[in-house]
């Protein structure tokens, strides 16, 4: 079993930033891949940066260029790194791994960008 909390959410203005953490926990295989998605009221859970164990990224058009996905092995720890926050970035937060027994996700942190 793999636990997952995450951290960091809050309340920004636009233009603003915030760091999101999320501290992975159990049986975590050294190959795996970690990610964040966001899902905002009334729309589908979307996938906004992912991180391969390699460090090999992917992102969202949408957060291209504004958004850093990283991540501590040492620490089983993903980060996103959120600058130039927009209103529509508001969302709850999930962070996900994907390893080799399946898929395991956190509770989710709220981030809300104030216009």
């Known amino acids: 079993q793999v636990q997952l909390v995450e951290s960091g959410g809050g309340l920004v203005q636009a233009g603003g930033s915030l760091r999101l953490s999320c501290a992975a926990s159990?049986?975590?295989?050294?190959?795996?891949?970690m990610s964040w998605y966001r899902q905002a009221p009334g729309k589908q859970r979307e996938l906004v940066a992912a991180?391969?164990?390699?460090?090999?990224?992917n992102y969202a058009d949408s957060v291209e260029g504004r958004f850093t996905i990283s991540r501590d092995n040492a620490k089983n720890t993903v980060y996103l790194e959120m600058n130039s926050l927009k209103p529509e970035d508001t969302a709850v937060y999930y962070c996900?791994?994907?390893?080799?027994?399946?898929?395991?996700w956190g509770q989710g942190t709220q981030v809300t960008v104030s216009s």
């Open positions: 159990g049986s975590i295989f050294s190959s795996n891949g």
């Open positions: 991180i391969c164990s390699s460090g090999g990224t």
């Open positions: 996900s791994l994907r390893q080799i027994d399946g898929d395991y």
